[in-house]
T-cell receptor, first 111, second 114 residues
């Protein structure tokens, strides 16, 4: 069973700060997705990374897939209160197209 | 933008009662899912449904649970005899194809079993 670990579990920062959250797996995965979940809502897909070493940018968010395809990071530049939410990584276990989620990093950005 | 809609948004039920949670997936999507999230815990996969049958299910999805697509639009999750530990947010999701497509989640149905 692939295990997904996300860190940190909680993060509370001031507006304008930069931050990085991490997602690590016990084994290699073919692709990884990052989602954001706001309170009382379902997860919303942000990005899918597939290739080892791949970097994708979404405005102030930078997603990186580790070379060995066992880890990924999400970096947010100049965080804003609207970035507040639960950031989830998810992978698809071998033979399945169904995302399996990590526990998430709960981010609060204070104005 | 098309969205997955779920009803009810919140339901309180007595332990042992049957509950049906309803979902309207995005209209041209073919694959449907139920996930749950117990308060403070991670989003957990329950079941996937394609072509009017279950395609995958997790260990959580035991005989107390069932899914159905009674007509062309609704996708339901039934819990036959609810337990306290079934209290959770239940998310419905859908996607056009199983691979390479975005999965769209509904806003969830919050179930409280008392």
């Amino acid at each position: 069973t692939q295990l997904l670990e996300q860190s940190p579990q909680f993060l509370s920062i001031q507006e304008g700060e930069n931050l990085t959250v991490y997602c690590n797996s016990s084994s290699v995965f073919s692709s990884l997705q990052w989602y954001r979940q706001e309170p009382g809502e379902g997860p919303v897909l942000l990005v899918t990374v597939v290739t080892g070493g791949e970097v994708k940018k979404l405005k102030r968010l930078t997603f990186q897939f580790g070379d060995a395809r066992k880890d990924s990071s999400l970096h947010i530049t100049a965080a804003q209160p609207g970035d507040t939410g639960l950031y989830l990584c998810a992978l698809r276990p071998g033979g399945s197209y169904i995302p399996t989620f990590g526990r998430g990093t709960s981010l609060i950005v204070h104005p | 933008e098309p969205e997955v809609t779920q009803t009810p948004s919140h339901q309180v039920t007595q332990m042992g009662q049957e509950v049906i949670l309803r979902c309207v997936p995005i209209s041209n999507h073919l694959y449907f899912y139920w996930y749950r999230q117990i308060l403070g815990q991670k989003v957990e996969f329950l079941v996937s449904f394609y072509n009017n049958e279950i395609s995958e299910k997790s260990e959580i999805f035991d005989d107390q649970f069932s899914v159905e697509r009674p007509d062309g639009s609704n996708f339901t999750l039934k819990i036959r005899s609810t337990k306290l530990e079934d209290s959770a947010m239940y998310f419905c999701a859908s996607t056009l194809r199983s691979s390479g497509n975005t999965i769209y989640f509904g806003e969830g149905s919050w179930l409280t079993v008392v």
